[in-house]
């Protein structure tokens, strides 16, 4: 019987240099610009939509959609990490005969980019206003196709497989038709209107902002208790708490609950509002909690959502009298709220000046420390306030009911499940979605408003000139979009949509899996699988993965503003861009943070860099020992003509395939919905990097190529053999590993016995590996004699015997396993330095003892190799001192008082010890036991 290799390639024609000697030391900068540019000449990355199963092609697609970052933005670890995961993805798709795309491209982001603008004219000495709208977005967008995109050519430096001709752009032509179009047909549904309601605002930037871009930080502040009394008794007051006294300025009534039998009286009654002196009434109303504070509460419709929703239900007036730059001023309709003295003044200061005011007049009960959430722009970090503005709305309820149901089915899995529990948490709490912004750089809201009857108003795709209505001119509105309603259409926009026939879309849409950080879920994760539903009528992908977070040592997240990042370039300088992947890769479980040394990159990094190092060397070893010989095909070779390393390695490398399979896998649900023993499965790169860090490093380099060493070096049918599993293997080993460390796996590829000019590994097949099996007689008497190695390695190490010296060891096995042994007896001698004797039952002589599984015992007499006595009293000597620990360890662990005070982790670390001790002194009484006698 044969074994078959359909994937081997062909000898039929070969690159002129494809056997050159590979230098002794892998470097990675002679390598990874070429290799990745040959690989874009060849158009590698460029996905055919006509190829797609979906449109009549013989391809079943694979879609990935790349975050857009910022188009500003630089390469940082964070992006390294989200890339590489999505790239990883990417490149085992492509190789498993999937037509894949991954979309690329960025994002205009309104508020960042025009930040960095607003800077520089104030670097000059002047301002936006000052300039004008439309030589401000000028300016921005010459700014923009001067320096953006700079991200998207960096990302190739760390081996990014994206489809370049297809970059997209959120305020490219084509994309600001969709947003246009998603606009008008959500208003037209009526789930987009025009609002009178509180939303977050920050001074800073001078624009609203949604709720998941006001950001809550924890913040320890003081809470102000302040007596308001009761109109016509003065002796008589109420005690209102509040961390905000600046807004009292703006009260219209102080609410009571209904229910709370301490104020019922004073309802339909008026309080004096310290420092105006005006009266404002007592409402009854079930948003005051009797529980909480005195359980009366100010009401400051303006400048408090929750106060605005009170004011709407009891018809209060709605003063503003904080202005849009984050000062005390009056509003329209707040006429003598504010004194002169704190017109124009900073909010905070004002604060000072409202408190020292209140203490003076005796009106301040008392201060207190008080810790909150304070929120703030997610953009500046300056602390957003409150204010009664109009802005555009978006109704997310409707939009929201077809985007839970699509995770609750199983249409749509997210990993890790808990984020779930969240997704859920927010959709089910969901609140309207303000869309507009005060900014200049971005889509410009698409409704028209004529000059000359203000109830003319027009909503429409294309730019108007002139009134539909009455002919007359129209101004379209100042406002601009958030940035995230182009992102949420990102799945659809960029395959054609609105065009509901272009070809990319029906062959793409929906896509497969979404890499992203949770930080975004609701931000853009949920939006682009609620306009999905909205707009497409099905989710835009099936799988979303929620990586987690690069951090330091110290577990903070790494950001410039701390000092504590990593510059990727900084990595792929020094060791190569494969280094990082793969350390980034080994490093993240399933949702986990990796975490990394800024302070030391040689230690973070070496993992990755000692294993293409060790990869390298294989690489040379094979080639240093096949040349440009002709290697016989693996198929042509019998499975009589394997040797017992043959049969192995070749049947580890099964195992290996269908665990690596298992890792990343399965591409998509079996019948497009996720079940229930399916949702969890796949996407545990760091198990698929172990296996083939296990699979390349323990097996292939440290057994197989140490046991076949003395047969390629003599000639004959055997060394052919031998030649063919290993190159069949490398080749495959490569294969599995290329998603991971592209660059070296393709140097290395493109040099073996047998390469076809111009292919690439990037493009060759998937391994696919036989069905399940017991392990082989030949493949498990090897494993035997690994045990028999590993065992003998182990003594010398125990006892300190030199790797130079040669010893003996004594065996007790079954007749099968005497006969194999023996027959092996030349490898295991190469490999350990030792000499078997077959015996019925172990000597007396002092010496080391292991039973292997199976039964099979090893004796090594020590007696000449060490000094017995010596080495017993050492012995001894620390299983006493062992014993004492322990025994300090056990007793520490069975008081109550300890597990009830020690933090959980310190306790979780001590059985951890106690665990690993006890293994110890097991393992130490019985080296006692069999040098020493007991």
């Known amino acids: 019987m044969s074994i078959s290799d359909t994937s081997l390639p ?53 879609t990935v959609l790349m975050p857009p970052p910022n188009v500003t933005a630089v390469l940082h670890v964070g992006h390294g990490l989200n890339d590489t995961v999505q790239d990883v993805l990417v490149r085992w798709a492509r190789m498993k005969g999937r037509e894949t795309l991954w979309m690329p491209g960025t994002d205009h982001a309104g508020i960042a980019t025009q ?154 009654h008026d309080v004096i509002l310290p420092i105006l002196d005006r009266p404002i009434p007592v409402i009854a109303d079930e948003y005051a909690d009797p529980a909480f504070g005195t359980g009366v509460v100010k009401i400051t419709p303006a400048h408090d959502a929750n106060d605005f929703e009170v004011g709407r239900r009891h018809g209060l007036a709605m003063p503003v009298v904080i202005d849009q730059y984050g000062k005390m001023d009056e509003g329209a309709d707040a006429a003598g709220r504010v004194p002169p003295a704190l017109r124009g003044v900073d909010r905070f200061e004002a604060r000072k000046e409202i408190v020292r005011q209140l203490e003076a007049a005796g009106r301040l009960v008392k201060k207190e420390p008080h810790t ?136 793409f849409y929906p896509s497969d899996v979404l890499v992203t950080a949770p930080e975004i879920l609701f931000f853009w994760v949920a939006r682009m699988i609620m306009a999905g539903y909205a707009f497409m009528g099905d989710a835009p992908f099936h799988s979303v993965y929620l990586h987690g977070t690069a951090r330091d040592t110290q577990g903070r997240k790494m950001s410039k503003s701390l000092g504590n990042g990593i510059d990727p370039f900084d990595v792929i300088n020094l060791y190569g861009a494969d280094a990082l992947r793969y350390t980034l890769i080994a490093g993240m479980g399933l949702g986990a943070d990796v975490f990394l040394d800024p302070a030391d990159l040689e230690k973070t990094f070496a993992p990755g860099r000692n294993f293409a190092t060790k990869l390298w060397n294989i690489g040379r070893f094979l080639l240093s020992n096949v040349g440009r010989d002709t290697v016989r095909p693996l198929a042509q070779v019998q499975e009589s003509e394997l040797t017992r390393a043959d ?28 079940l229930d023993d399916e949702r969890g499965a796949g996407l545990r790169l760091n198990d698929y990097a172990e296996t083939t860090r296990r699979f390349v490093w323990d097996e292939l380099a440290a057994w197989y190529v140490e046991a076949i060493k003395t047969r390629l070096l003599t000639p004959g049918d055997d060394q052919q053999v031998a030649r063919a599993v290993l190159v069949h293997v490398f080749d495959q080993a490569l294969r599995l590993l290329h998603p991971i460390v592209p660059f070296i796996t393709e140097a290395l590829w493109q040099r073996l ?23 082989s007689v030949p493949a498990s008497q090897f494993d035997l004699l690994r045990d028999v190695v590993a065992a003998l390695r182990t003594i010398r190490s125990e006892y300190n015997i030199a790797p130079s010296k040669t010893i003996s060891a ?87 008082g300890f597990i009830e005070r020690a933090p959980s982790q310190v306790v979780d670390a001590e059985r951890a010890k106690l665990e690993e001790w006890t293994a110890r002194r097991e393992q130490l009484a019985r080296r006692v036991e069999g040098l020493c006698g007991g």
């Open 753 to 775: 016995p047998g390469h076809v000019d111009g292919t690439f590994l990037a493009t060759a097949s998937w391994p696919t590996a036989k069905p399940p099996r017991e392990m």
């Open 372 to 507: 909150h959430n304070v929120r703030h722009c997610y953009r500046c970090d300056t602390v957003v306030e409150p204010r009664l503005s109009d802005q555009w709305f978006v109704r997310m309820q409707p939009l929201a009911e077809p985007a839970l149901d699509g995770v609750r089915s199983g249409r749509i899995r997210i990993l890790p499940e808990r984020h779930i529990a969240v997704y859920e948490h927010w959709l089910t709490n969901i609140r309207d979605w303000n869309i507009s912004r005060q900014l200049w750089w971005g889509h410009r809201v698409p409704v028209w408003y004529c000059q000359n009857d203000a109830s003319h108003v027009t909503v429409t795709v294309d730019d108007l000139a002139s009134c539909p209505q009455c002919g007359n001119a129209v101004r379209q509105d100042e406002d601009v979009l958030d940035t995230w309603f182009s992102s949420w259409l990102w799945p659809m926009s960029t395959l054609g949509w609105p065009n509901e026939s272009a070809t990319d879309l029906r062959a």
């Open 115 to 268: 930040n960095i603008i607003e800077r520089q004219l104030a670097d000059e000495g002047t301002t936006r206003q000052a300039i004008g709208r439309e030589a401000f977005v000028e300016r921005t967008a010459a700014f923009v196709e001067r320096t953006g995109g700079v991200i998207l050519q960096q990302l190739r430096a760390i081996g990014a497989s994206a489809d370049w001709s297809r970059t997209a752009y959120t305020l490219s032509p084509e994309l600001s038709r969709a947003v246009r179009e998603a606009f008008v047909r959500l208003y037209d549904r009526g789930l987009i209107y025009r609002g009178h309601r509180v939303i977050h605002w920050c001074p800073r930037c001078l624009t609203s902002l949604s709720d998941e871009e006001a950001e809550p930080q924890e913040t320890n502040g003081t809470l102000y208790h302040i007596s308001y009394p009761v109109a016509g008794d003065p002796s008589r007051s109420i005690t209102i708490a509040t961390t905000r006294p600046e807004t009292m300025l703006g009260d219209v009534a102080v609410a009571v609950n209904p229910e709370d039998e301490r104020y019922r009286a004073l309802v339909g």
């Open 647 to 674: 049969s192995w390695i070749l049947e580890r490398l099964d195992v290996a395939i269908r665990e690596c399979d298992r890792a990343i896998g399965p591409l998509a649900p079996i019948r497009g919905t996720w």
């Open 10 to 62: 062909s000898a039929a024609s070969t690159d002129a240099d494809a056997f050159a000697d590979l230098p002794a030391q892998y470097d990675p900068a002679a390598t990874e610009a070429r290799t990745y540019e040959r690989w874009e000449q060849a158009g590698v990355f460029t996905a055919d939509a006509a190829r797609s199963s979906r449109i009549g092609g013989d391809r079943e697609p694979f």
């Open 810 to 896: 004594f065996v007790i096995a079954t007749e099968e396993r005497r006969r194999m042994l023996d027959d092996e007896f030349s490898l295991i001698n190469r490999l350990s330095r030792t000499g078997l004797a077959f015996v019925e039952e172990a000597p007396t002589a002092p010496g080391a003892s292991v039973i292997l599984p199976g039964g099979t015992e090893l004796i090594v007499p020590l007696e000449g190799l060490i000094d017995i006595g010596k080495e017993c009293a050492r012995l001894r000597t620390e299983l006493a001192n062992l014993e004492k620990q322990l025994g300090a360890l056990e007793g520490r662990l069975r008081n109550p």
